[in-house]
């Protein structure tokens, strides 16, 4: 199987000490981000009827981008550079930092990532994703400089310091031209997202994160990233919010596994639904807003609908929830579940590209089950299980994940769905 950066704890599963520090190190790194913000529980979100299959609609792949904010900020980066290959059109950064920050270590995510303690060593971490996109770790670099990216840091954010953001705009730069990115860090914002009609006051850091400081930040990031759009809808929404089951994209896996909720929730603007020829926006909320906690602010306030409805834009809305753990319900950017957390074998970056697979190609295949191989990769090969890509290393068939070099005595646990689809990795 691959091995990541040497810089990856390696965890033996055998050691019952190291086992424990290491549930230690993760429920810590949770707690202490979560100690960051206030906990202010709000109703849960209403019901929106029958939870339902995620439908495939008439998108390109050409036409997808991501956007977050805190820990869905790294969650979206992170994204954008695992599978640049699909997330073609770029990436909206608010409050975030360089990919791999955290490198997998808790004082390091809370303090030069987000409390600007000390040296983020960003020469290291550009090293680490150069190598790990020459090994297939995650897609091509070089598949980014097409895309746009937007970039918002509050002057006043409190909780993850503007220089942070200053040394994600450095890495963005080293992989796309100054022209495609945008870098708003003049707007006196506390850690929210901003919008020009919905939250508390600008200089609040509280639930639900969303603050009215009379700018459109969803709007800025989509019109950046998608060029002229239509004027947003300020009325009605033509469209339809649909909540559906997250827990497919698991296999025989249960999503709070990897602290996934059972079900996420869609817009989806009347003419995608129809049929029309639509985009794919992936809007991550940040810790202690998802739907469990913040009820419908994130995915029906944070201003992607209105733009969505009037220029057929879907926006996906996947859903964390809180475990012991991630308390805070945050994405995974520090590995508090998964060593592999920035990768393209990570767990809950697997479950949001299946999602995104599934939206766009219609593929029902979800990456874990347990009905797999272990065996060599020239194995997989012979078996029709993976392929030889051009650069004579083995990719699994249709998945596309990374499995090694081709002629090795290294095995590879290779997993096969219904429907045929090939993902690498261990049952568990």
Not at 152 to 179: C, E, F, H
Not at 200 to 227: H, Q, R
């Amino acid at each position: 199987m691959l091995k990541i950066d040497a810089s990856l704890p390696h965890w033996d599963s055998h050691n019952d000490d190291e086992r424990r520090q290491h549930m230690a190190i993760r429920v810590t790194a949770s707690r202490l981000l979560a100690a960051l913000v206030v906990l202010t529980s709000l109703p849960s979100a209403s019901a929106l009827g029958a939870i339902i299959a995620l439908p495939k609609y008439n998108v390109s792949v050409e036409e997808v981008s991501v956007s977050g904010f805190s820990s869905g900020a790294h969650m979206a980066a992170q994204m954008h550079f695992a599978y640049s290959k699909t997330i073609r059109k770029g990436a909206g950064i608010v409050a975030g930092g360089p990919v791999y920050c955290s490198q997998g270590n808790v004082a390091i995510s809370v303090g030069p990532c987000m409390a600007n303690t000390g040296s983020r060593n960003l020469p290291y971490l550009m090293s680490v994703v150069n190598t790990w996109s020459g090994n297939g770790y995650i897609d091509p670099t070089g598949n980014m400089s097409a895309s746009r990216v937007y970039l918002l840091s509050g002057t006043i954010d409190s909780t993850v310091r503007q220089p942070v953001m200053d040394d994600l705009k450095t890495m963005y730069a080293n992989y796309l031209p100054a022209a495609n990115i945008y870098y708003k860090n003049n707007l006196a914002a506390e850690h929210a997202v901003p919008t020009d009609f919905f939250g508390n006051g600008c200089s609040v850091n509280g639930s639900p994160y969303l603050n009215n400081c009379n700018f459109d930040t969803a709007g800025e990031i989509l019109k950046w990233i998608y060029g002229t759009l239509n004027t947003k809808n300020t009325g009605t929404l033509s469209g339809s919010f649909i909540n559906f089951d997250q827990s497919a994209f698991w296999g025989n896996f249960n999503p709070g596994t990897y602290s996934m909720a059972s079900s996420g929730y869609a817009y989806v603007p009347a003419a995608c639904t129809a049929g029309q020829a639509c985009r794919l926006h992936v809007a991550f909320h940040g810790c202690l807003q998802s739907a469990s906690v913040a009820g419908t602010a994130f995915y029906q306030n944070a201003g992607y609908n209105r733009w969505a409805d009037t220029n057929r834009i879907v926006v996906l809305y996947p859903q964390t929830i809180a475990t012991t753990n991630n308390p805070g319900g945050c994405w995974d950017w520090w590995g508090y579940e998964d060593v592999n957390f920035p990768g393209k074998s990570g767990g809950q970056m697997v479950a949001i590209k299946t999602m995104i697979d599934k939206i766009v190609g219609g593929n029902t295949a979800a990456p874990f089950t347990c009905s797999h191989w272990y065996a060599s990769n020239y194995a997989h090969v012979a078996n029709g299980r993976a392929y030889i890509g051009t650069d004579g290393q083995v990719y699994a068939v249709n998945s596309n994940q990374y499995l090694g070099y081709y002629l090795t005595t290294a095995y590879t646990d290779v997993r096969r769905t219904s429907a045929g689809y090939y993902a690498y990795g261990s049952c568990s």
